[in-house]
């Protein structure tokens, strides 16, 4: 009856649809709210030491509490469920004591509300009633953001005896188990991010990655789960979740008829974590949203949070770059790089990036089977070095960057040879290697391997300063699982101490080098996640830059990172992965919506398509702004299977705002319906412009017409004549007048 009555009165927003129950309320217990524009989060602690999280929905005051327990609304579990004392059901938190005892008993001693640089901060300190442990347990609310977390602190506070953690979870969130549908999204190389969306049933799902360095591949870790029924992009009740780790996940959801609880945290399969006396383990931020306004109101959230906390130089325009891969693979010399970056420059671009290839003495690189590991310059290719590369590009008056690949090696270079100690390699057992037959993993749970990743970064801009981008790319996930450098008892630790590892790493190269730009590729996509992101300036989305497929990979990854932390490059056509023959106009609208670039050999285009690019290029310069900064709206989904896919950007007082619109389908007679704009003002009047018209003297119909926001958010605009071909596209801007 409890529980009936809850779900009605959640759906009445009487108590929010997020509202969360648990055990009856006592006359002890002190409920902390944190709070934002839209939403709070509150916790309720008691003086029998116990902690639960109350409520996660729309925001509510101090004064509100009370009605918690007036109305007999429970709570469900605690804040951080161990595993012992009460064995049954999935746990955060399961340890071996120094005696094999295999329980806990935390209660909670103190509870502080602190403020710092990044929002308000609660911190929950639990012991253990009898053993040496101490769990620290912290919720975050960040500044001007709408974005929660939650993370422990695991420490062994003993003298002596270790404690082996088995679980240890960063987050267990209780939600309401009203009609609840969940967003995921999966993929591998090529097809990133795709998403489905389906009812939740009961019984356990399962959201998990075991690749041990690209862990965005097979599955992202962010989702969504809605509370009102299949999720809409603009309206209902979602809640988005997003753990911020660059290794191995899990996030176990939990349902049944009456609840649903989500546990979520590094991976713990194969990976048991030692604690010796005074050690502490901490653990990733487990992010989460709420949001009333549908997925889109969850993405807006995460987009601004990851602009201002999620990435580096998150609120700095990107440059508009030409990369050498597609357009020469590893053929590059000093010649043709200087071609390039003088067409690059002719075109209105402001970055060339030197890809792979370019390194390499005993073991040249000319393919992915040599050379990685060997960081100094081909001078049979470049003869003047980067110094010369570096000289040519300030000779056309654009930026230079370029490609590395520190955390790998090739079995044929001087670095094996010379240190095979440094790789990641089973004893009595034959090497199992990776790209080109060849490629390993070095050992970055060691120390000096950690400093040689660093110095391959901090020689390169001590030589040349000039360097403005690295592309730091990860074409292995972790192999022959061994780590010369740890002992035997901590074998189980690689995945966990790997990334600690690298974190180190990125930590001086951004105490050193802060204004660098690096992208985090990953094979593609395969580190597009939280985990990383915040010492990297954007993601590299995929090595697939077929335009029609990377309006399907750009559509999932907006669901929780920004389209300035998004690279999209236009390529030739006939596309290299899937040979489809794209227009460059669509090709350009495509990548326009996230950080335009692109990925070709400008000498191989006609005289008509650099026209274009150099048209469309200024038209982004003009709307980058917007689009790197601006709050997105997704219009019409590609998932939808109809024949066109659209979205959408606005600044924050809606004055300028930018439209795409794609024709994915084509069929004869097919409608177009009229794309309604939800992310203008009703109130305003807005001026529209044909961005990117395929003949400059024959714009869309629409270009030059004035239209009240209230009928662009209402009745919408016709865009069938603009889409009336297959692979045809559009890009409007609107200027509030």
Not at 106 to 135: N, Q, S
Not at 698 to 722: E, F, H, M, T, Y
């Amino acid at each position: 009856m409890k529980q009936k009555l809850f779900q009605e009165l959640a759906r009445a927003g009487l108590l929010g649809a997020a509202a969360i129950m648990s055990l009856t309320a006592t006359a002890e217990n002190r409920t902390h709210v944190l709070s934002s524009d839209k939403t709070s989060l509150a916790v309720t602690t008691n003086d029998g030491g116990q902690a639960y999280f109350q409520y996660f929905g729309p925001t509510i005051k101090d004064t509100d509490i009370a009605g918690f327990f007036g109305v007999g609304s429970n709570f469900t579990g605690h804040t951080l469920p161990q595993f012992g004392l009460h064995s049954s059901g999935e746990k955060m938190l399961a340890v071996v004591m120094p005696d094999g005892t295999m329980s806990t008993d935390l209660v909670m001693e103190t509870m502080e509300r602190t403020t710092d640089e990044k929002g308000e901060l609660l911190t929950l300190v639990f012991k253990d009633k009898v053993y040496p442990l101490t769990v620290k347990q912290y919720v975050r609310k960040y500044a001007d953001s709408d974005v929660f977390s939650t993370w422990i602190d695991i420490t062994n506070t003993g003298k002596k005896g270790n404690i082996k953690l088995l679980n240890f979870a960063s987050a267990c969130i209780p939600v309401a188990r009203l009609d609840n549908w969940l967003t995921q999204f999966h993929g591998s190389w090529g097809c990133e991010t795709g998403m489905t969306e389906t009812e939740l049933p009961n019984g356990q799902t399962v959201i998990a990655d075991k690749a041990g360095l690209r862990n965005a591949f097979g599955t992202n870790p962010g989702f969504m789960i809605s509370l009102d029924g299949k999720p809409a992009e603009n309206r209902g009740e979602v809640l988005g979740f997003n753990l911020l780790w660059s290794g191995n996940y899990k996030t176990k959801i939990l349902a049944d008829n009456g609840s649903i609880d989500i546990i979520g945290g590094i991976n713990e399969d194969t990976s048991a974590i030692t604690l010796k006396p005074g050690e502490c383990l901490s653990t990733p931020e487990f992010a989460m949203v709420y949001s009333d306004e549908g997925k889109g109101g969850v993405s807006r959230a995460f987009h601004k949070w990851g602009r201002k906390y999620g990435m580096t130089h998150g609120d700095k325009l990107h440059d508009v770059l030409l990369n050498s891969w597609e357009g020469v693979y590893f053929d590059v010399n000093q010649e043709v790089m200087d071609q390039m970056m003088g067409d690059i420059a002719a075109l209105g671009g402001e970055l060339f990036v030197m890809d792979d290839g370019w390194f390499g003495d005993k073991h040249p690189r000319n393919g992915g089977s040599a050379g990685l590991g060997d960081w100094m310059v081909n001078k049979k290719k470049l003869p003047e070095g980067i110094k010369g590369l570096t000289e040519a590009a300030k000779k056309h008056g654009i930026k230079f960057g370029i490609w590395i690949e520190p955390e790998m090696a090739n079995t044929k270079s001087e670095l094996f040879e010379e240190h095979p100690d440094w790789v990641l390699s089973q004893k009595n057992r034959p090497l199992s290697c990776g790209r080109g037959d060849t490629q390993v993993v070095l050992d970055l749970c060691n120390p000096k391997v950690q400093d040689f990743v660093f110095d391959v970064t901090d020689n390169l801009m001590k030589e040349n300063p000039e360097i403005a981008y690295i592309k730091w790319d990860c074409n292995s996930d972790i192999m022959n699982y061994n780590s010369p450098y740890l002992p035997a008892e901590r074998q189980s630790e690689i995945y966990v101490r790997y990334h600690q590892g690298l974190h180190k790493v990125l930590d001086r190269i951004r105490a050193k080098y802060p204004d660098l730009v690096i992208q985090l590729c990953a094979s593609g996509g395969g580190r597009a996640d939280y985990g990383l992101l915040p010492w990297f300036d954007e993601f590299w989305t995929s090595d697939n830059t077929d335009a029609l497929q990377r309006i399907y990979i750009q559509w999932g990854d907006s669901h929780f990172y920004p389209a300035i932390a998004q690279a999209s490059h236009v390529s030739a056509s006939p596309n290299h992965q899937t040979r489809r023959e794209v227009p460059i106009k669509f090709r350009f609208d495509v990548a326009m919506s996230g950080r335009l670039g692109m990925e070709i050999q400008p000498k191989n285009m006609t005289d008509a398509e650099k026209e274009f690019a150099k048209r469309a290029i200024q038209a982004y310069k003009e709307i980058r702004p917007v689009v790197q900064f601006g709050n997105q709206y997704r219009l019409v989904s590609p998932y939808d299977k109809g024949p066109v896919a659209a979205l959408m950007y606005a600044d924050e007082k809606k004055d300028n705002v930018v439209v795409f619109a794609y024709r994915i389908e084509y069929l004869n007679g097919q409608n177009i319906p009229n794309l309604r704009l939800d992310g203008v003002d009703p109130d305003k009047n807005y001026r529209i412009h044909d961005l990117t018209p395929a003949d400059p003297k024959r714009p869309s119909r629409l270009d030059g017409k004035v239209v009240s926001g209230r009928i662009l958010k209402n009745a919408g605009i016709n865009i069938g004549s603009s889409l009336g071909r297959p692979f045809t596209s559009v890009a409007l801007s609107l200027t509030a007048e």
